[in-house]
């Protein structure tokens, strides 16, 4: 079916930048969704930012204006630019993929760690 990879997380101080990347192995589809979600520890997961297959993207209030997401449709790839990064963007990073193929399944990679130090 699908895999998702990411890559990119990493150790970052306060007002850094990190760029994540989430590439999609399989058949996902021309009309599909890619995003990014986040989860603290001691909190839910909670969605960053996702773009549809036609370019439409949508952020969290917390990442607008600093978090830009962006995908490249031929390598199935997908990612998070994240700049003036803030101590509590600290957190594990999941890549997301909505599909209409495979009955509507939802797919997750396996995070990647995001550390902004004070």
């Known amino acids: 079916q699908v895999q998702l990879v990411e890559s990119g997380g990493g150790l970052v101080q306060a007002g850094g930048s990190l760029r994540l990347s989430c590439a999609a192995s399989g058949s996902i589809g021309s009309i599909n969704v890619m995003g990014w979600y986040r989860q603290a520890p001691g909190k839910q997961r909670e969605l960053v930012a996702h773009?549809?297959?036609?370019?439409?993207?949508n952020y969290a209030d917390s990442v607008k204006g600093r978090f830009t997401i962006s995908r490249d449709n031929a390598q199935n790839t997908v990612y998070l630019q994240m700049s003036s990064l803030k101590p509590e963007d600290t957190a594990v990073y999941y890549c997301?993929?909505?599909?209409?193929?495979?009955?509507?399944?939802?797919?997750w990679g396996q995070g990647t760690q995001v550390t902004v130090s004070s």
């Open positions: 997301n993929l909505e599909t209409t193929l495979y009955g509507g399944r939802s797919f």
């Open positions: 773009i549809t297959s036609g370019g439409r993207a």
